[in-house]
């Protein structure tokens, strides 16, 4: 399974953003999906994450209420909508697919990863 994320840039503070993810074929309809983030230095970051049939969300404290995760299973897409971004976001986004039909907050919980888009915000 390939993974393609897209959607990155580089925006003032405030300003909104959308990612898209695609898988390459269709082994990811049944199972979770999910956006990390990682900037130089840090850790592999949850951002967000959504169930199998889309009815289950789960989002990272510091992204609630700005950023929107959704699918389209017909499509084999995920998405993220980003608003209000802020410095703190920038960073590089990867999109993942989970072991199972749930999601997880842990790396350790998806099996397949993107490369990613850069996202960088200024102030």
């Known amino acids: 399974v390939q993974l393609q994320a897209s959607g990155g840039g580089s925006v003032q503070a405030g300003d909104s953003l959308r990612l898209s993810c695609g898988a390459s074929?269709?082994?990811?309809?049944?199972?979770?999906m999910a956006w990390f983030r990682q900037a130089p230095g840090n850790e592999r970051e949850f951002v967000a994450g959504i169930n199998w049939s889309g009815t289950t969300t789960d989002y990272a404290d510091s992204v609630k209420g700005r950023f929107t995760i959704s699918r389209d299973r017909t499509k084999n897409m995920v998405y993220l909508q980003m608003n209000s971004l802020r410095p703190e976001d920038t960073a590089r986004y990867l999109c993942?697919?989970?072991?199972?039909?749930?999601?997880?907050?842990?790396?350790?919980?998806?099996?397949?990863w993107g490369q990613g888009t850069q996202v960088t915000v200024s102030s």
């Open positions: 993942a697919v989970a072991r199972s039909a749930s999601i997880g907050s842990s790396p350790r919980a998806y099996s397949y």
């Open positions: 074929r269709r082994t990811n309809s049944n199972n979770g």
